[in-house]
């Protein structure tokens, strides 16, 4: 048998014992009229009756049992569902002699009920549910963990999700703002008349922005696939087509490490502007925060961690050369000077891969000594065109692209630029790229032969972005890990002979 500790075993006697009884511990159709917030708020007004109770109005509700007591031939007990828990009450009388007693033996905590009564409230003044009627919907087997440390252990709360979720209930409210906070967003953006899409997840060539991508294999066609790094490619070869503002929110995944900030498959939005440019993105990026900080009813000036951002204020904007310089403290003299830019890094103790170019080398000053300064919304913008590989060059300058990136707690949440449309550029950059990977880069872009033939027929002046939808939960409900706002986020397999301790309490 699957289920083999004591209180396992005890549980599977006692679903057994129901369908003895006539009673199927598994049972369908249960049925509810109202939740336990519903009933909070609609029936608060017992407290003002003068006999503490409405008897007239009958109700059926579901919940996880929670909390048992027994007290002779009474019980109290808590139920919960989706949105609150509820005490409920029920007895011998109301229950009749022969299924109290059966129920005092069968049920568990963990079990979960459909039950069936009227509102009170208690000597004790809790508002409650008068119970009539009591039904098992769905036997507990597996024990809920002890009941005063609840579940701690984070590696055992992220691999089994609905343990954690039926334990600890501000997990259920992350996941509700994360799903508020998507669904803004897709409204925000149609709202400013842009289309929803939807682009490929495998791709023939790994594209749309410098990572590792997974391999697969399709057998009917002989060939291999790439799990989609981004969408960016794709999205683009819509407006060359005519469409003239595309957004899509979905997955990308990408063959790296696990950290704070970083899952291997991880969701985002991209979109897409004709006729606009990167300064009009950062504007509408803006609007978008405030709107979602509205919808989420949550403060301008917001606690992040141990830091607090400040949303009141227009977000400042930066160029990447001044944010080395007034920001990092770099020395202006050396930003020109690959060997000095070296000399610094290793100086100071920082890893440094071998043969990096100059727009590179600049990247990893900012990594270093920039970004976990940057608390305050922040738009850093005019990149080195070295690492800007899909970026339209500044006409002023050559040297950088028309690009911004914005970081918020010291973490980058969104990247856009004005949109490269010069075929014979891109196919020089992806040359560029060709080059950088034979050179030991694999996270190097590969040549996309079709995406510039689409350049060829014109591609309309476009600003496009991408922004992390993930972080942004994270910093919209004060989660510091990826992990917490992943319902089921990448984790190591355990081997075998790795057991989890599990066993819980059997109140």
Do not use: C
């Not at 004591?6 to 369908?19: F, G, P, S």
């Not at 007990?77 to 129920?103: P, T, V």
């Not at 995406?451 to 994270?474: C, H, N, Q, S, W």
């Not at 409900?477 to 819980?504: C, H, W, Y």
């Amino acid at each position: 048998m699957f289920f083999t500790n004591q209180l396992e075993v005890q549980r599977v006697e006692k679903a057994e014992a129901l369908k003895a009884i006539g009673k199927n511990p598994y049972r369908h159709n249960t049925k509810r009229d109202i939740n336990t917030s519903e009933f909070k708020k609609k029936f608060a007004y017992i407290d003002s009756l003068e006999e503490k109770k409405d008897d007239k109005i009958i109700l059926t509700l579901v919940g996880r049992i929670k909390f048992l007591r027994w007290m002779g031939k009474a019980v109290f007990a808590k139920i919960e569902d989706e949105d609150d828990a509820l005490q409920i009450y029920f007895n011998k009388e109301a229950l009749g002699e022969e299924w109290f007693n059966h129920i005092k033996k069968l049920l568990d905590v963990g079990d979960i009920v459909q039950v069936r009564g009227y509102p009170f409230i208690t000597k004790t003044g809790e508002l409650s549910l008068h119970t009539t009627d009591l039904e098992i919907a769905a036997k507990s087997i597996t024990p809920l963990p002890e009941k005063f440390h609840g579940l701690q252990d984070k590696e055992l709360r992220y691999r089994q999700r609905y343990l954690d979720i039926i334990m600890n209930p501000e997990v259920k409210q992350t996941f509700k703002a994360r799903s508020k906070i998507i669904s803004t967003i897709r409204k925000f953006f149609e709202e400013h008349g842009f289309l929803e899409v939807e682009t490929p997840m495998m791709h023939p060539i790994p594209g749309g922005a410098n990572a590792k991508p997974f391999v697969t294999f399709h057998n009917a066609l002989g060939v291999e696939r790439y799990l989609r790094i981004a969408p960016e490619l794709y999205l683009k070869r819509l407006i060359v087509g005519g469409f003239n503002a595309v957004f899509e929110i979905n997955r990308n995944f990408r063959n790296e490490g696990l950290d704070l900030t970083h899952n291997p498959e991880f969701t985002s939005i991209e979109f897409y502007w004709a006729h606009h440019n990167y300064k009009d993105l950062m504007d509408l990026t803006e609007k978008l925060l405030h709107a979602l900080l509205k919808t989420l009813e949550l403060p301008e000036v917001l606690p992040y961690d141990d830091k607090t951002i400040d949303f009141s204020k227009p977000f400042e904007r930066i160029s990447h050369k001044e944010a080395l310089v007034k920001i990092g403290g770099i020395d202006p003299l050396i930003l020109n000077d690959k060997k000095a830019i070296e000399k610094k890094i290793r100086e100071d103790g920082f890893d440094l891969k071998p043969n990096l170019n100059l727009g590179q080398l600049r990247s990893e000053l900012f990594d270093n000594y920039v970004e976990e300064k940057l608390i305050n919304p922040t738009f850093i913008t005019e990149y080195p065109i070295e690492i800007s590989p899909l970026s339209r060059k500044s006409d002023e300058d050559e040297s950088i692209a028309e690009r911004f990136e914005l970081f918020i707690a010291g973490s980058e949440l969104a990247n856009g630029f004005n949109e490269l449309n010069d075929p014979l550029d891109q196919h020089a950059r992806f040359t560029a790229q060709l080059e950088a990977k034979a050179a030991g880069d694999d996270e190097a872009h590969e040549m996309d032969e079709d995406y510039i033939k689409a350049l060829g027929y014109g591609f309309a002046p476009t600003a496009g972005e991408g922004l992390g939808i993930d972080r942004l939960v994270m910093l919209l409900t004060n989660q510091t890990s990826i992990r917490d706002v992943l319902l089921f986020p990448a984790m190591k397999q355990i081997k075998p002979n790795d057991k989890q301790d599990d066993e819980g309490d059997d109140e």
